[in-house]
Structure formats: C-alpha cells, structure tokens
C-alpha cells in the first residue's frame, strides 16, 4: 500500500476535524490583504449570488499551496498558494473552486457524513477517505474499510469525490459570468496532475486533499477548449493590486535579508513597500519610517501606507504620531476594524487619559465589524480599565473568556460586575445573560 495509514489519517484530520483549529494556528489579520482579495474576488462572489462582503478571506502563513473552507463562510488560503501561484488568474480560480464548496455546503455535509459513519468503524473509514484524498484507487481504499460493507463509509468516500467535481463546475461557472479566464486554473490543474509521480513527501498539500487532479484537469482543459479563450486578461489595475499583495505578503513571510536583496535594483512603490516592511522587521525601525514617509508621501491617499507608518511609529513609542497616523488611514479606509483597534492602543499607549474617550469609541468601532476577535474585547477592558470604568473592563473580559472557549472565567468576570454597587443597566442586564448561560459551569 502506498500511504501508510497514519499519514493519511493525519491528512484527513486536516480535511474535515480539525481544520478549523489548525487554520487559526496560524492564521494571520491584514486589512490591506484581506479587503484586497476581496476587491479581487468580488465579481466571483456576485457570481455566486453572494454580497462582495458576504464572504470573508482569510491567510494562513503556511508554505504549502492548499486552500479550503471549514464551517462559516470564510475561505482560507495558505500563504504558499499567493506566493507560489503562476498567475493572478491562477489565485482567481482556487478562490471560485471553493466559493463553489461553500454554495454547495459541503462543509456541513460532510460534518454530517463523519457523524453518520459511526464510532465503532471511524478510524477505518478515515483511512479510507484519506486513501481516496491522495489520489488512491477507490477499491483500495474501500479495502480498508471493516467489512467493506458500510454503505455510511461508502457514502462519505463517494460523497468526498464527487465534491470536488461540483466545485470545480460551479468555480468554472462563476469563473465565465465573472469574465475571468480560467486558464489559469488549467495551468494549476496541470502541475497537481503531474504530482503523482512524485514521492508522497513532495506532494503539495493541495493535491493530497483534493483529489482526482488526472481527471480534473481533463474537465478543464475541455471547458477552455470549448471556451475558446472568449474571457479577457484581468485590467491592470487588477493585476497590479494582486502583485503589491503578494509582495507585501512575500515581505512578511520570507526572511527579510532575502527581500531586501529581491527589491534592492527597484525603486518601484511595491518594492519600497517591501523594503520598509524587511526593515521593520529586522528591527531598523529608523530605516523603515523613512521609507514609508517617503511612499505616504507620494501616495498620501493611500489608507495602507498610513497605517504601516502608525504601526512602525508604535513600535518606536512614538504614540501620539502613530494614532496621527491611523486617524489619516481612517480618513480614506473609515470601516477598517483592524486601523481602529490599532488607533485605540496607540491612544491608550500616550497615557493620557483625555484620549481614553476615543479610544474606547475607536476599540468599540472596531468590535461591531469583527465581534468573534477575542483580542478586540482585550483592549477594550484596557482601555476601559484605565479610565476608571471597572465594571464594563470586567465584562469586556468576560466576553473575550467566551470567545476564548473560557466559559468559567466568563462566569467568574460576569458575577466580578453584578457585584458593583453603581452598575448601569445595560451592563447589569448583560452579566445576568453570560450567568445565564453560562452559570452552571461556576465553581
């Protein structure tokens, strides 16, 4: 047998268990890389009959080319995809394939599928549907099934199959109404197919998960076949915001001596950028606020810039000029709950307790646009905390704890503010619902 049967019960726990867990180790925020996918992929989204902001797309720093969905609508891409990826089109194309798995709610389909195959044959049929991931012949894997009978098992194997078969109709769909060509998704098709030659060591991870590549890229080539080349290069415009992501990308994620050298004969804006981000991070923090003075600058409408220059003016405790900095940011990217949440630390950072109002206002921006992001609740309670307000500090950190998973702690926070003699009512009504929920769970 050629996969042993821990590696693919290890791959299978990524496919379905545990891929949400693992996608948060790992998993990083970035407005600019966020919102740009989005602008991206926003004609795809309209195609797949979703809002442009219906849709979240999130980075996981992970060098292996995959991408997925797990549970919500969110897409995960890892950061080996971007930089890897041949082309933007390439991007485009993995982005449709699984904004077709959400449409078709394979997520939860399959939730129910592991659930239907029973305790007693699990790891069997994990085997089995690991087998089938890895491009292994469906009698193999339906071998190692207990029996070979369970008609649940044979469901989920059949069912993982055919998954990918609908994404990659309903991608190359959306691909078409979007005018997107989809030869760039052919291209990548192509390069998987080719993998299984390979040593299972040097397989990407895309192609472990996704199956059935050989067959995939003949459903592709005959769609660009019959497409006859109709859709048209993405604008330049688009191109251009794809490569200033990837490189701000490839400038946080590779070493930067390496990005320095990379940019060191281009003065072009993406390459400063690089430059400025490298220098950050290797600690010359002089060296990286001169160069972002010198784009914000030249690009003075530019959000990201803006915000870049508060995140380097932080980091050397200059923070009245770094929230001067956000609040430019906020003036052109106003909805931003990552510029906001920023701005509301630099404010609380300047000790000065006449800034704490809007720091709270900033912080308190920031959660109604992301109120699943623990860490906003964190500095919420700072900054309510430092203005003397304990009681709303305690419940901030109450609702971070379940966030968190904490349900004790939630409760431990919750009865600390309904023991506050001069409690508001909005406050008081929102303890008494955490205790409510969560109140059996108290020591």
């Known amino acids: 047998m050629r996969y042993s ?60 080319y995959n991408a997925f969905v797990a549970g919500e609508r969110v897409i ?31 997520v939860p389909r399959r939730d129910e599928a592991l659930r239907d195959a029973g305790t007693a044959g699990t790891l069997a049929a994990i085997a089995a549907i690991a087998l089938a991931a890895g491009g292994a012949p469906s009698d193999a894997a339906v071998g190692v099934m207990v029996g070979g009978t369970d008609q649940a098992k044979r469901k ?43 040593h299972e060591s040097r397989q990407s991870q895309y192609y472990q998960t996704h199956p059935n590549s050989a067959q995939r890229l003949a459903v592709y080539q005959d769609h660009a076949r019959q497409d ?27 070493p930067a001596q390496s990005v320095l050298r990379q940019t060191a004969k281009t003065d072009s804006a993406d390459a400063i950028y690089s430059q400025a981000i490298a220098q950050y991070r290797r600690g010359d923090l002089a060296a990286a606020i001169t160069l972002m003075d010198q784009l914000s600058a030249a690009h003075p409408t530019d959000p990201f810039y803006h915000e870049f220059r508060g995140d ?11 929230a001067a900095a956000y609040e430019t940011a906020l003036i052109f990217r106003p909805d931003s709950p990552q510029i906001l949440v920023n701005l509301g630390r630099a404010l609380i950072a300047t000790n000065d307790k006449k800034r704490l109002s809007r720091a709270i206002e900033a912080i308190s921006a920031a959660q109604k646009t992301e109120p699943k992001w623990a860490f906003i609740r964190r500095q919420l309670a700072i900054a309510y905390g430092r203005n003397g307000d304990i009681a709303a500090a ?40 955490i205790l409510f929920r969560f109140g059996k769970l108290a020591p």
């Open 5 to 64: 049967f821990l590696q693919k019960l290890a791959l299978i726990l990524l496919f379905s268990i545990t891929i949400a867990q693992s996608a948060l180790a790992g998993l990083i925020r970035d407005t600019e890389l966020e919102t740009g996918l989005q602008t991206l992929a926003a004609p795809l989204m309209r195609a797949a009959g979703y809002a442009p902001d219906a849709i979240s797309i999130r980075i996981i720093i992970d060098s292996s």
């Open 156 to 198: 989920m194997l059949r069912s993982f199959r055919y998954d990918e078969a609908v994404a990659d109709e309903l991608g190359l769909d959306y691909l078409d109404k979007a005018g997107i060509s989809s030869a760039g998704l052919e291209q990548m098709m192509r390069r998987m197919a080719a993998q299984r030659a390979l």
């Open 228 to 254: 006859g080349h109709k859709s048209t290069l993405l604008s330049v415009d688009d191109t251009n915001l794809m490569n200033r992501l990837v490189a701000k990308l490839r400038a946080y994620s590779e």
């Open 312 to 322: 380097i003016l932080l980091s050397m405790a200059k923070a009245e000029a770094a």
């Open 394 to 433: 305690d419940l901030a950190l109450a609702e971070e704890a379940i966030l968190l998973g904490d349900d004790q702690q939630a409760v431990r926070m919750a009865k600390r503010v309904l023991a506050n003699n001069k409690l508001k009512d909005d406050l008081r009504n929102r303890a008494n619902d």
């Open 76 to 106: 995960y891409i890892h950061s080996g995809l971007l930089l890897n990826a041949q082309s933007a089109e390439e991007i485009l194309g993995v982005i449709a394939h699984e904004l077709g798995h959400l449409k078709a709610g394979h």
